[in-house]
């Protein structure tokens, strides 16, 4: 008869814990699809929301997403949607741009990657591969490459070499390769651009030449969901 009493307040006390429990959960957002700085958060299927035990206020409750909100980093898909990562979209400095690149990003290469945009002239591309840019340029973690708003000085006295037009692009999303008839295959790329890059960048676009997108091997943080 003890050990059924004992039984019964064993259940009670898990009833009561598993009840506890759901108490504490909070609505929260995570993301549905990895994003890159800059990614307007407010667009359908970019969040959804969740019952979770965050344990901190550290993440975006459900129906507190700023106006206008953007992100501030790379972010995973399946990761909650950290504070510190979201900003009010007239705070950020980047501004999208869809370019078509010559020749193929490399495999690893992943929204949230930093990359510098280089343009080959015509005649550099005839008969050979694009020229490998020089390991210059490293770009800061924070993207805001000081150097990419006037485009690369020395690359542009070389005259008709490769030559650098901006550093601190963020991959945003890598479409599929096209196959030209006359301008040859290209990849559509959405990148990210510091805004003091804008004209450069689009500059480069209406000019004869082929764009390339180098990596630089550095990403914006990510932080893991807890």
Do not use: C, F
């Not at 690893?108 to 490998?132: C, F, H, N």
Request: charged fraction near 15%; charge should be negative.
């Amino acid at each position: 008869m003890a050990g059924g009493v004992v039984l019964v307040a064993g259940a009670v006390a898990l009833g009561a814990w598993a009840v506890d429990a759901a108490a504490d959960t909070t609505r929260v957002y995570v993301l549905s699809q990895d994003v890159a700085p800059g990614t307007d958060l407010t667009v359908d299927g970019i969040l959804t929301v969740v019952e979770a035990h965050p344990g901190t206020d550290a993440y975006v409750e459900a129906g507190h997403l700023p106006d206008g909100a953007v992100s501030t980093r790379s972010m995973r898909k399946g990761e909650l949607l950290a504070t510190a990562a979201v900003n009010s979209g007239r705070e950020q400095e980047l501004r999208p741009v869809v370019l078509t690149v010559a020749s193929n990003l490399p495999a690893s290469t992943k929204v949230g990657d930093y990359v510098d945009l280089w343009i080959v002239p015509k005649e550099g591309m005839v008969g050979r591969p694009a020229a490998q840019p020089p390991a210059t340029g490293q770009t800061g973690q924070s993207g805001q490459g000081g150097q990419g708003g006037q485009g690369d000085q020395a690359g542009q006295a070389e005259g008709t070499g490769a030559r650098r037009v901006a550093t601190g692009l963020v991959i945003a999303s890598v479409g599929e390769t096209s196959k030209g008839l006359i301008s040859g295959p290209g990849t559509g790329v959405e990148v990210k651009v510091p805004e003091a890059s804008l004209a450069a960048v689009l500059s480069a676009v209406g000019q004869e030449g082929a764009l390339v997108l180098v990596p630089t091997g550095q990403e914006a943080p990510t932080e893991k969901a807890s």
